[in-house]
């Protein structure tokens, strides 16, 4: 997949390693529950925002498909 250069970094700069986020909702059956908090840890280079959920889990989100937001 790619993604454009542009693209990838407004998701860097949005989204840096070490930020807080928390999950609204993502399609996915693995999903952590609503309302996890996790930490940003990675961005790839097809713009995936890795995380470390709080529940131990590390599914990557999509930046545009899931839906999550910021936390201080």
Do not use: C
Request: without cysteine; aromatic residues 8%; negative net charge.
């Amino acid at each position: 997949m790619y993604i454009p250069d542009k693209q990838l970094e407004l998701i860097k700069k949005l989204y840096p390693v070490g930020s807080k986020v928390e999950l609204i909702s993502m399609d996915d059956p693995q999903a952590p529950p609503k309302g996890t908090k996790g930490e940003v840890y990675a961005i790839d280079s097809i713009g995936q925002i890795h995380v470390n959920w709080e529940n131990g889990s590390s599914l990557a989100l999509i930046y545009g498909t899931d839906d999550f937001k910021r936390i201080e």
